[in-house]
């Protein structure tokens, strides 16, 4: 496992090398194994599967009352490991230590806050990288179809194997955010607050057509030998770096680009007018080194599943209507969305809204100003912080309150 | 040549097989051979070029007074192949046959119409899939490394060399209007009008970014040989359409992408949960076609050089300013936006305004409105085409006005 340099999205922008007072300090993955034979989960295709080996980390303490933990879904290519560090040594802290810990927005001192690897990746939790027990070799090719849904499960029977009956709050962005409303509609009576953070109920025709170029350049990738690979020297780690600087492209936002690269040379201010310089301008320096980082943590197949299940997701074909599904719980709602993020845009917040409001649920949006782009749910930290802290206050609050009054 | 099938950027939305009444008719593409050794061309890198073939096709009348010839330069993909077709039973009609024709836009009854195939291209002109003849093999990675002003002092050269001392107007969008724009400054006494549609005086560092994705497609083919493929069975056919999937998503808005397929499936109404179903979704389907009919016409090499010539085309990088590159001619320009092309937003049309304006320039604005993206400027020929038509009059009265005060 190598969570250590495990990084969603863009997150290198963030200067995350920093330990401070507030930081949860240093921090393992647990392994939890859930579905073991003759009790194996039933994916959303009818396909069982099991045993299932979840890779967790846990920050915070659970209180007595077992009321307290928040769980935090993780985007297309994060991991279990969002806050701390594995040892003195790493380089890099979890992907989402600014918002975790001591103080901070998932205030550690208060909350017990969960997050594992989602089913099909490939940071420690069963997925098509690992052993497939009834063959003795890596899954391949022949690990099954899965959604989001089937994440969704995974991460529920892990609340309860923990045994923790509801949670206080579940929280994601993007893919993340995906299962946090899956969560609501799959699991209504299991949370009490839903926060999801530049997602959507489905992605958009032009957020497939990325992720379709991205999966063609693994599929077409000679050394990808349809995804049985692993037994190979190589693997399609060209196809899957093309896959991610597409995807890369996609977080950002124009604007950000501009600002922050321009057209500015890799090396001085003349042209080396040569067709074979391929990282003649810091853009493509900055997008080939991401594909390249990419290719060292990731699997191409876990990329395959992961991002056809996000296409898939699709809550209103799966429910009828956005208001059935949003209705199912009795969560409190907290939506952002980003003003520069075009992969999730505004209007596909505003959607959530409209349904959780049309199914008279308690809904709060915010649409925060931000030049990041997608990747500003991951970069935006403070004014999520300033939304999130009394949200979960009272959310807790009236969990309490609700509690006493059942003694 | 195959230049019946080609296509500029996303054409294929335009129901383009009718023939009727205002069309060319039959047309055929000529050949001009220029810079014949000991005159070759000098490069902007400073390297010799000669000589050079130029792929070129007329439509209508050059008058008497050699005054009303329009030529127009073609986009990235593009042909000299504008208008009518090749043969009574051609498939289809030149890219551009909406706007070129009798009492068109660019009216053949009045104007005198010529497009040439780019320096660098695959579509007749001297490119890196001719021969070199120098060794007698296709120049291959050999080819020297080109620019929009090379393109432009070639299509310069063809305009004298077809016994034009000055053309009525220039025009082009996307990286045709960085061509016109070149020209504007490179030739400033050859034009009296400019006509610069969905462009801009650099690409962005977003749209570099695609560009680079799509190189790297094409670079990291193990069919590519460094660029010398030619003598291969296959060429780097995957990278290519890689390459073309990324770019057309550019070429299209959200919105319309949104709006033509959606998240409608290829098949019936329900999902096939097959990892290896390459083409579920319309959108999916219809990026794969668009790959597989580019590699049919389209040279993997040309693409590498016509997008590196696009992302170095930055007027201020050449002249300093934009006003003092534009305002070396006294040509008029008409300028146009298009609401929903993010990959040349309008903001890039507005500098290219206000440099006109500060250089005392005359020149027309307008933003168009259109839901097509970049490739308005090939679908809303309507709206352009009222535009250009009291502008072409005009430049082309004021044109003879200033010839009869000469008399």
Partial sequence: MSTEVATPESIEWVDATRVDATSVGIVST???????????????????????????????????????????????????????????????????????????????????????????????????????????KPFGSQFPFLTVGDFVQ??????????????LAVIGGSLGGMQVLDWAAQFPGQIRAAVCLASAARLTAQGIAFNCVGRRAIRTDPNFHSGDYYDQPVGPDHGLGLARMVAHITYLSEASIEKKFGRRLQHGDHFAYELLHETEFQIESYLHHQGSRFVERFDANSYLYLTRAMDYFDLEKSYGTLERALGRTEARFLITSYTTDWLFPTIQSRELVDALVAARRHVSFVELTSPFGHDSFLLEVEPLQELLQPFLEQTYMEARRHCGEGI
């Fill in 30 to 136: 647990q392994f939890a194994t859930l579905f073991e034979p003759p009790h194996e989960m039933t994916l959303v295709t009818g396909a069982k599967l099991g045993p299932v080996r979840v890779a967790y980390e846990t920050y915070g303490e659970l209180s007595r009352e077992r009321d307290n933990a928040i769980f935090v879904c993780h985007a297309l290519t994060g991991d279990a490991h969002v806050a701390g560090r594995h040892a003195p040594t790493s380089r890099k802290p979890g992907w989402w230590d600014e918002l975790v810990g001591p103080g901070k927005g998932l205030d550690t001192n208060r909350y017990f806050v969960i997050c594992a690897n989602v089913l099909g990746g490939c940071q420690g939790t069963t997925g098509p990288n690992c052993i497939d027990p009834k063959t003795g």
């Fill in 154 to 167: 995974v991460h529920s029977a892990l609340v309860r194997h923990l045994g923790i009956e509801k949670l």
